[in-house]
């Protein structure tokens, strides 16, 4: 069956401290790849995707994914979180068949001043 | 360009009550799908709909239905509610076509259903 893992449920880190946050799926044949967050009171926004080419893929405000055929992996990272980045992250796929999205359960980060 | 909008922001209905949302996608986007946002079981794919034709459904009961007109605009159905339908009812659009960038979902703000 498809499936997104994330592999944190909340994690609470201090400013300037380096993020990472794990995803793993299972999702047969081409997959496009997507990180999105979602601030308190607002509606998801992408932060990055990925459909071809160089695994490591920029997004905005800082954020970097790489994508790991091999470990069916796409995991989220930041050197250093500001606290506007307190939200919540969730990773998603999807094939080229349609516009169904299969989200992981979230991961909510909270930074402290 | 206008972004995805949805309407109404906020519903309280009962249970037994039926509902209809409606979401208008960005302008020359063919596809909209619809997904719900529970705190319990996070974000869920109902269906997707392009050229007025539903191409892909999730694993929701027939209570839930949608459409679409020929103007890309959708309406997603919730018939005899339940309390566990209280949820946030996300659309995204998206080109729709059968490359991986035309399927780039762009999200609404949302629906948000009280059933009391």
């Known amino acids: 069956a498809q499936s997104v893992s994330q592999h944190n449920h909340h994690v609470i880190l201090s400013e300037a401290a380096s993020l990472e946050l794990g995803c793993n799926y299972s999702y047969g044949g081409t997959v496009n790849l997507f990180w999105y967050v979602q601030y308190p009171g607002q509606h998801l926004q992408l932060l990055l995707k990925?459909?071809?080419?160089?695994?490591l893929v920029k997004g905005i405000k800082g954020f970097e994914a790489e994508f790991i055929k091999s470990k069916f992996s796409f995991n989220l990272r930041k050197p250093s979180v500001q606290w506007s980045d307190t939200a919540e992250y969730f990773c998603a796929v999807n094939n080229n068949q349609g516009g169904k999205l299969i989200f992981g359960q979230g991961t909510e980060l909270s930074v402290k001043p | 360009k206008a972004g995805v909008t949805q309407t109404p922001r906020y519903l309280i209905k009962t249970r037994g009550q039926q509902v209809t949302l409606s979401c208008s996608p960005i302008s020359g986007h063919r596809s909209v799908s619809w997904y719900q946002q529970t705190p319990g079981q996070g974000l869920q794919f109902l269906f997707e709909y392009f050229s007025e034709t539903q191409r892909n459904k999730g694993n929701f009961p027939g209570r839930f239905s949608g459409r679409q007109f020929s103007n890309s605009r959708s309406e997603m159905n919730v018939s005899t509610l339940e309390l566990g339908d209280s949820a946030l009812y996300l659309c995204?659009?998206?080109?729709?076509?059968?490359?991986?960038?035309?399927?780039?979902?762009?999200f609404g703000p949302g629906t948000r259903l009280t059933v009391l």
């Open positions: 990925y459909f071809s080419g160089d695994p």
């Open positions: 995204a659009s998206s080109l729709g076509a059968g490359t991986s960038s035309s399927n780039e979902q762009f």
